[in-house]
Each structure stands twice: as C-alpha cells, then as structure tokens.
Nanobody, 121 residues
Framework: QVQLVESGGGLVQPGGSLRLSCAAS????????MGWYRQVPGKQRELVAA???????NYADSVKGRFTISRDNTKNTGYLQMSSLKPEDTAVYYC???????????????WGQGTQVTVSS
C-alpha cells in the first residue's frame, strides 16, 4: 500500500512564504514524476508545478519565479517552496506522484489528502 501525506499548509500574510512537504510511504519501488496541484471551490484542480525523476521542472505561469518545486529521492519526499504569496494563491494544495509499487510492479498515480493554504492579511 502506498500513501502520500502532505504537510506545511496554513495561514500566511500576503508576501509571506510557506513550504509544503509531500512524503510518500509504503511498498514503493520507485517514484517517477511528482507534482503539486491546487483547487478552489467551484473550480477545476490545476497544476502548479511538476518535477521529473531526473529533476526537470515546469511551472504554471501564475507561480513562475515565486514557487520552487524540489524532491529528495532518499526520503521519498517532495517539496513546494512558495514565496511572495498572494491572496489568489489561496487554495487546497494536493501532491500527486507516479509510483511503481512493489506489490503490483506497475506505475500508478497517487494523491495526497490536501493541505489548505490561506493567504490573507
């Protein structure tokens, strides 16, 4: 069984910073791509940032230059460093990872439970 657990969300003032973490655990053989998504009520979930197993990254235009995605393969953990936060960054943030499980030996997408980020003064 594979599980993703996010942490690091909370309330922050505009211009502030937060660091989200996404820890994968369970019967993991390998983790391929990892990504962070966000969703606000009434809107579709959108991709914020993604990183490949080799470290290549891509970002939504709205967060370029402010957010940085990274990963520590030794800890099976991904991160999203968010700086210069704006009220429009308020959302529930989810991590997703494509993981090859030791049980199935096939790759599948796994999602975390989500963590709330609120940017407000």
């Amino acid at each position: 069984q594979v599980q993703l657990v996010e942490s690091g969300g909370g309330l922050v003032q505009p211009g502030g910073s937060l660091r989200l973490s996404c820890a994968a655990s369970g019967t993991i053989f390998s983790i391929n791509g990892m990504g962070w998504y966000r969703q606000v009520p009434g809107k579709q979930r959108e991709l914020v940032a993604a990183i490949t197993s080799g470290g290549s990254t891509n970002y939504a235009d709205s967060v370029k230059g402010r957010f940085t995605i990274s990963r520590d393969n030794t800890k099976n953990t991904g991160y999203l460093q968010m700086s210069s936060l704006k009220p429009e960054d308020t959302a529930v943030y989810y991590c997703k990872a494509t993981i090859v499980s030791l049980r199935t030996w096939t790759g599948g997408d796994y999602w975390g439970q989500g963590t709330q980020v609120t940017v407000s003064s």
